[in-house]
């Protein structure tokens, strides 16, 4: 087999729809909107969930029970393995946000146990790993949490 004979296989490549190519082509004229009406119009199209003026079923429908997302904390994550070249002494919000470790708006950072260390740093965070927690230990480091 050489590379000039390998093909595709059969129907895997599908010609795009040439509309408004003359009445013969068969999407000539209207190019497959039909008549007139909102659908033929440019931009003429209703949103998600419209019904016509009908009040919508999801507003129809009576909302029941407790959804506890709204008040999740969300960490984020700063494995130890990103934190080994770090010169610095104290490793905090600041300078994780500094190095482009923490990007966004977060309500805490979680320190986790994925990779070693070899130095001894002061964490500043709002939470760490089991493991994280036995490395750093290990090594010498401490941890302050922050509430």
Same mark, same amino acid.
């Given at each position: /087999? /050489?590379?000039?004979? #390998? @093909?595709?296989?059969? +129907?895997?490549?599908?010609?795009? @729809?040439? %509309?408004?190519?003359? $009445?013969? !082509?068969?999407?000539? *004229?209207?190019?497959?909107?039909?008549?007139?009406?909102? @659908?033929?119009?440019? +931009?003429? &199209?209703?949103?998600?969930?419209? $019904?016509?003026?009908? /009040?919508?079923?999801?507003?129809? #429908?009576?909302?029941?029970?407790?959804?506890?997302?709204?008040?999740? =904390?969300?960490?984020?994550?700063?494995?130890? &393995?990103?934190?080994?070249?770090?010169? $610095?002494?104290? =490793?905090?919000?600041?300078?994780?946000?500094?190095?482009?470790?923490?990007?966004?708006? %977060?309500?805490?950072? *979680?320190?986790?146990? *994925?990779?070693?260390?070899?130095?001894?740093?002061?964490?500043? %965070?709002?939470?760490? !790993?089991?493991?994280?927690?036995?490395?750093?230990?290990? %090594?010498?480091?401490? =941890?302050?949490?922050?509430?």
């Amino acid at each position: /087999m /050489m590379l000039n004979d #390998i @093909k595709p296989a059969i +129907g895997a490549k599908k010609r795009k @729809k040439r %509309v408004g190519c003359g $009445e013969s !082509s068969g999407h000539g *004229k209207t190019s497959g909107k039909g008549h007139k009406g909102q @659908k033929a119009r440019s +931009g003429g &199209s209703i949103r998600i969930g419209f $019904e016509g003026g009908q /009040m919508p079923l999801i507003r129809r #429908i009576p909302k029941r029970g407790f959804n506890n997302k709204r008040f999740h =904390i969300q960490y984020a994550p700063v494995n130890l &393995s990103s934190i080994e070249g770090i010169t $610095e002494e104290i =490793i905090d919000e600041n300078l994780l946000r500094k190095l482009g470790l923490v990007k966004g708006r %977060v309500d805490g950072i *979680k320190i986790l146990g *994925k990779g070693e260390i070899s130095r001894a740093y002061v964490f500043k %965070v709002h939470a760490v !790993s089991t493991s994280a927690k036995e490395k750093i230990e290990k %090594v010498g480091g401490k =941890i302050e949490l922050i509430q």
